[in-house]
């Protein structure tokens, strides 16, 4: 093949060049004279648009948005977890201390001429009858305060004809009682606040889980675009391949006539126009095999492109989705912690439950004739996470 391109061709060469090839790329054509004069060679170049290298900049950038935005979601969980996590150990100190400076006071009530021990636990269950009245304040009753008010006053009036206790006692149970009750009164408020919260969380995260979704159905919809057109240059490859083929053959038999031509006997003027009309086809032939080679080259670069690229975008695509799944096992484990609070927080309300029924069983039931059954608190709400 090198041994035919170095012979001379005889006469002028000319390529025909299309003004747009079928791929979309401009041709831009150089024609140059060689030094002995009676020949020319045409150069043909591929450019390729511009435009083409913006539209494979485009899906780049967006992905590369898409994991920086989902770099900040995983982030912002990771610090509301810190933050609930933080919050659940502060309310349980609060509970703590709540409780060691209920103990003390209860044991500051003690009085030290009391003979019995019988008649403070008696004393006691009545201050926690009349604390029954703000357990059913939780369920949503609006008078509290004159609730409260006629417990304390029961409570106290029930210890002073009983044991004959002094006002200042009395005046240290309902102080206790009042500030018991705000204390109640500020945990349920500041719990009511951190559902809230949890919840706009939970749905910011899942609406945020959904966005990522979508965007994954539209990477994975590019991607199919992508291995459709990289099979369509493949096809286009194997069908100019072929033609590369035909070609050479073509070139092979006209090389073979011509060598035919010439070695015969005789300058006919038939065989000399023959001779020289199979010298540009020749040459024409051999123009055309550069200009194909070069457009081969180009497809086989464009189609080692297209590849890296659907290679890249899938290590993107298998980063989002373990970036989701990510998401949703830190979702589940939300779920899980507001479980574990709504337990503790029924845990609490059942023990004051099962306090205060232990207490009334000790009465007799002279004492309670004209009293209403107070109902206990119903159970706070409890929330779910439904995974979209």
């Known amino acids: 093949m090198r041994e035919q391109a170095k012979q001379k061709p005889v006469g002028k060469a000319f390529a025909m060049v299309a003004n747009r090839s079928s791929n979309g790329h401009s041709l831009a054509s ?9 020949e020319e060679i045409i150069k043909v170049y591929l450019k390729a648009r511009v435009e083409g290298g913006v539209n494979h900049e485009e899906p780049v950038s967006q992905l590369k948005s898409e994991v920086r935005y989902i770099q900040e979601a995983r982030s912002s969980l990771k610090k509301l977890r810190e933050d609930l996590s933080s919050k659940l150990e502060s309310r349980q100190g609060d509970k703590q201390h709540t409780q060691v400076a209920l103990e003390k006071q209860n044991g500051s009530w003690l009085h030290p001429e009391r003979p019995r021990t019988d008649s403070w636990e008696e004393q006691v269950a009545q201050v926690q009858m009349g604390m029954a009245p703000y357990e ?4 949503g009753n609006p008078r509290i305060p004159c609730a409260l008010s006629g417990g304390l006053e029961a409570a106290a009036g029930a210890w002073e004809e009983e ?33 809230q919260s949890l919840e706009r969380t939970v749905s910011q995260y899942q609406e945020e889980v959904a966005q990522a979704s979508s965007a994954l ?6 991607v199919a675009e992508k291995e459709v057109r990289v099979d369509e240059l493949q ?23 011509l060598a035919r031509l ?11 126009d023959r001779s020289a009309q199979l010298e540009k086809e020749v040459a024409m032939l051999r123009e055309k095999i550069h200009h194909l080679d070069d457009m081969l080259k180009s497809q086989q670069r464009k189609v080692r492109q297209m590849i890296e690229q659907l ?7 298998q980063a989002k989705d373990a970036m989701i799944q990510e998401l949703k096992e830190k979702v589940a484990y939300l779920e899980a912690e507001n479980l574990e609070m709504h337990d503790r927080i029924e845990h609490l309300i059942e023990k004051q439950v099962s306090r205060g029924g232990h207490s009334s069983r000790a009465r007799s039931k002279s004492e309670y004739v004209s009293s209403k059954r107070l109902t206990g608190p119903k159970p706070l709400p409890l929330i779910r996470v439904v995974e979209t």
């Open 311 to 317: 290679q890249n975008s899938k290590t993107v695509i």
């Open 30 to 38: 150089e024609r140059i004279k060689s030094n002995d004069g009676d």
């Open 136 to 139: 059913q304040g939780l369920e």
């Open 235 to 257: 096809r286009l490859l194997a069908g100019m391949e072929k033609e590369h083929g035909n070609l050479l053959r073509e070139m092979k038999a006209g090389e073979a006539e």
């Open 217 to 222: 159905r539209r990477a994975e919809e590019s």
């Open 262 to 272: 010439r070695s015969a006997e005789g300058d006919k003027l038939a065989e000399q």
């Open 163 to 195: 044991d004959g206790c002094s006002g200042e006692d009395v005046e240290k149970i309902r102080q206790t009682a009042r500030r018991l009750f705000t204390k109640l009164q500020e945990a349920e408020r500041r719990h009511q606040l951190e559902k």
